[in-house]
């Protein structure tokens, strides 16, 4: 089997043409992705359910809008956490060491940069203080094994790189547009593209 190239902690835009409802105009960060298959959440889609109302005790450290975000169309009974560490940008995943030498608290486990996953059955008041920002996840998108670059291969998504400020954006429904208007190449024109095409 042929080597794959992780794309973890990198995005996944879909192209105007996708044609899964679930996927229309999303922006996915994948959070595990290798030859066993992906896993990602979806950045943009806020619901009107309160993190209070779900997860009280990690209501105070939610971030804007403190909504539930449906991260995917599996396993939507489940809860994700995902969240920022300052100044944990550039750090290996994986490393467990902070800049200044300081090991990543208990209950992270690191994707990207300054992007981990927090354990939601840890107290939240021992991660209270190392965490930037944090948004929660109702499922995920999950892909077998050569699903995803199969759907690559198709011209389904773009590829292009997280920022940290993607996981936190207090506006995720221009996100879409966001991120692709930021591209330095014709995805950038893509980022017009209207939202009924047929209107044209």
Do not use: K
């Not at 005790?57 to 804007?64: D, I, K, R, V």
């Not at 969240?83 to 944990?88: N, Q, R, S, V, Y």
């Amino acid at each position: 089997m042929t080597e794959v190239s992780s794309l973890t902690g990198r995005l996944l835009v879909a192209a105007p043409a996708l044609a899964d409802p679930n996927f229309d105009r999303a922006v996915v960060l994948l959070l595990d992705h290798d030859e066993e298959g992906s896993l990602g959440v979806v950045l943009n889609r806020p619901t009107p359910v309160v993190v209070g109302d779900i997860l009280e005790s990690w209501a105070g450290l939610a971030g804007q809008p403190d909504v539930v975000f449906q991260g995917g169309p599996v396993s939507l009974d489940s809860a994700l956490g995902v969240a920022l560490i300052p100044g944990g940008e550039g750090v290996p995943g994986g490393s467990g060491i902070r800049p200044g030498g300081g090991a990543v608290p208990l209950g992270w486990r690191r994707v990207h940069g300054a992007i981990c996953l927090v354990d939601l059955d840890a107290p939240p008041e021992l991660l209270a203080a190392e965490l930037g920002s944090l948004r929660i996840f109702a499922g995920y998108a999950g892909w077998g094994p050569g699903q995803l670059e199969s759907e690559l291969t198709d011209g389904a998504w773009y590829v292009v790189e997280s920022e940290p400020g993607d996981v936190s954006s207090p506006h995720p429904e221009n996100l879409w547009r966001a991120v692709l208007r930021r591209q330095r190449s014709e995805l950038a024109m893509i980022a017009t593209y209207p939202d009924d095409p047929s209107l044209n």
